[in-house]
């Protein structure tokens, strides 16, 4: 999606091995999301975060860490992955007056296997 | 525990027929109901949005329908397309809040 990308696009790693998926926007958006879409869940949000270097826990935060140095990109790092966390990872971005004002724009989401 | 109980979780309807996915939600701060929609491959994209000040929005063939006592919503899709297939997301906000929740989803598929 255009001002939003995500990379990888696929993974496969193993069982306790530590994975770092990217964000990057040149939207120059404030908030920046990742979420997971599991079959019967939707999606649910990991963490979150309102500007440079500040983040916070979503409702399934767990197993995550996030990161953002920069304004253009947040990661998302497994810090031990297990195959609970096999699923597809989407970001997000909104302005500043947030999703309510602007809505999200979805990255294309990366596939991950936890094998 | 899921903040927005989305049914049904599929959905088969004849093109030109009405498709309609209801959501309900228990929290009374929520201010902000957008759905989105997500076609295989790609992230969701936001389709339209109610607050809880009007009763209904209408954009093309998309209506949301809101009835705030019953802390319910509705996706109504008229004329139904076979490129209206894919995966519908209604999701909820807090008032001033920053984050969505979103439901569990509906996969809808059209036959022409």
């Known amino acids: 999606d255009a001002g939003i990308t995500q990379s990888p696009r696929h993974k496969v790693t193993e069982t306790g091995t530590p994975v770092t998926l990217r964000c990057h926007q040149t939207e120059n958006h404030r908030y920046m999301y990742w979420y997971r879409q599991d079959p019967g869940h939707g999606l649910r949000l990991i963490h979150y975060?309102?500007?440079?270097?500040?983040?916070d826990k979503g409702e399934v935060s767990d197993g995550y860490s996030v990161s953002r140095s920069k304004t253009e990109d947040f990661l998302l790092t497994l810090e031990s992955a297990t195959s609970s966390q096999t699923s597809v990872y989407f970001c997000a971005i909104s302005g500043s007056g947030g999703p309510q004002v602007y809505g999200y724009t979805f990255g294309s989401g990366t596939r991950l296997t936890v094998v | 525990q899921q903040q927005v109980k989305q049914s049904p979780q599929s959905l088969i309807v004849q093109k030109g027929g009405i498709s309609i996915i209801n959501c309900a939600y228990e929290n009374t701060a929520f201010d902000y109901f957008p759905w989105y929609q997500q076609f295989p491959g790609k992230g969701p994209a936001l389709l339209i949005a109610?607050?809880?000040?009007?009763s209904e929005k209408k954009e093309g063939r998309f209506t949301i329908s809101f009835n705030k006592s019953a802390k319910q919503f509705s996706l109504h899709i008229m004329d139904s397309q076979p490129g209206d297939s894919a995966t519908y997301f209604c999701a909820a906000s807090k008032g001033g809040g920053n984050k969505l929740v979103f439901g569990a989803g509906t996969i809808l598929r059209v036959k022409s």
């Open positions: 109610i607050r809880p000040d009007v």
């Open positions: 975060s309102y500007g440079v270097k500040d983040t």
